[in-house]
T-cell receptor, first 115, second 107 residues
Framework: DTGVSQDPRHKITKRGQNVTFRCDPI?????LYWYRQTLGQGPEFLTY????????KSRLLSDRFSAERPKGSFSTLEIQRTEQGDSAMYLC?????????????FGEGSWLTVV | QKEVEQNSGPLSVPEGAIASLNCTYS??????FFWYRQYSGKSPELIMS????GDKEDGRFTAQLNKASQYVSLLIRDSQPSDSATYLC???????FGAGTRLTVKP
C-alpha cells in the first residue's frame, strides 16, 4: 500500500493524558498536512510542512499541540494534556508541490476520543 | 469572513437530476481549487481540480471556476444514490476547506 498511512486509527484516552499520532506520507511527496475534523464540519487546517520545515501553523492551534517532521518523511502530531474538546478525527494528507498543481491525498484518519 | 464558504445544505435531489454545489472564497490570489467527496466516517477523496477560469468536465462531473467573482462550483449530472456524500471545496496550495455540503440523492 503506497498511500498515506496513519497510526493509530483509533485512540481513547483519559482527559489530561498526552497522545501522539503518526503519519507516513506517500514516499515522493514533499508536503505534509495535518487537519482536524469534527462531525458536520469540513477539515480544519492545523499545520503543514514542506520537507522538514513547518511552513504554517494555524493560530487556532493551542500550545498543547505540536507537530514535527524531523527528516522530511514521517510526521508526528502530539496533543498534551488532552481535553474533551480535542475529540475529533485527525487527518493527515500529503502532496507534491510541482508545477502541475498540488493535489493532496488523505490518510484514513486517526479518531481520538477523550473521556 | 471565512476563507472558504459553501452552501450549508443539506441538498436533496432526485435520482437522475443535476446537483449543483457552490463555493466562494476570500483570497483573490488563490490559484488552485479542488472538490473532494467524503462519505460518512471516511476520509476525503479528490473528485476534481481546476486552475483556470471556465468549465472542466470529467464524466458526470463539471467544475466551474470564476476568479473574478471568486466562486467555484461543481455540477453532478445524472445524480445517483451513490453520489450521496458530503462535498468539500478546497482552495490554495495550503488547502483551506469549506465546511462541506451534504448531498442526498433519493432513488
Amino acid at each position: 500500500d503506497t498511500g498515506v498511512s496513519q497510526d493509530p486509527r483509533h485512540k481513547i484516552t483519559k482527559r489530561g493524558q498526552n497522545v501522539t499520532f503518526r503519519c507516513d506520507p506517500i514516499s515522493e511527496h514533499n508536503r505534509l498536512y495535518w487537519y482536524r475534523q469534527t462531525l458536520g464540519q469540513g477539515p480544519e487546517f492545523l499545520t503543514y510542512f514542506q520537507n522538514e520545515a513547518q511552513l504554517e501553523k494555524s493560530r487556532l492551534l493551542s500550545d498543547r499541540f505540536s507537530a514535527e517532521r524531523p527528516k522530511g518523511s514521517f510526521s508526528t502530531l502530539e496533543i498534551q494534556r488532552t481535553e474533551q474538546g480535542d475529540s475529533a478525527m485527525y487527518l493527515c494528507a500529503s502532496s507534491f508541490s510541482g508545477s502541475s498543481g498540488n493535489t493532496i491525498y488523505f490518510g484514513e484518519g486517526s479518531w481520538l476520543t477523550v473521556v | 469572513q471565512k476563507e472558504v464558504e459553501q452552501n450549508s445544505g443539506p441538498l436533496s435531489v432526485p435520482e437522475g437530476a443535476i446537483a449543483s454545489l457552490n463555493c466562494t472564497y476570500s483570497d483573490r490570489v488563490s490559484q488552485s481549487f479542488f472538490w473532494y467527496r467524503q462519505y460518512s466516517g471516511k476520509s476525503p477523496e479528490l473528485i476534481m481540480s481546476i486552475y483556470s477560469n471556465g468549465d472542466k468536465e470529467d464524466g458526470r462531473f463539471t467544475a466551474q471556476l470564476n476568479k473574478a467573482s471568486q466562486y467555484v462550483s461543481l455540477l453532478i449530472r445524472d445524480s445517483q444514490p451513490s453520489d450521496s456524500a458530503t462535498y468539500l471545496c478546497a482552495v490554495r496550495n495550503d488547502m483551506r476547506f469549506g465546511a462541506g455540503t451534504r448531498l442526498t440523492v433519493k432513488p
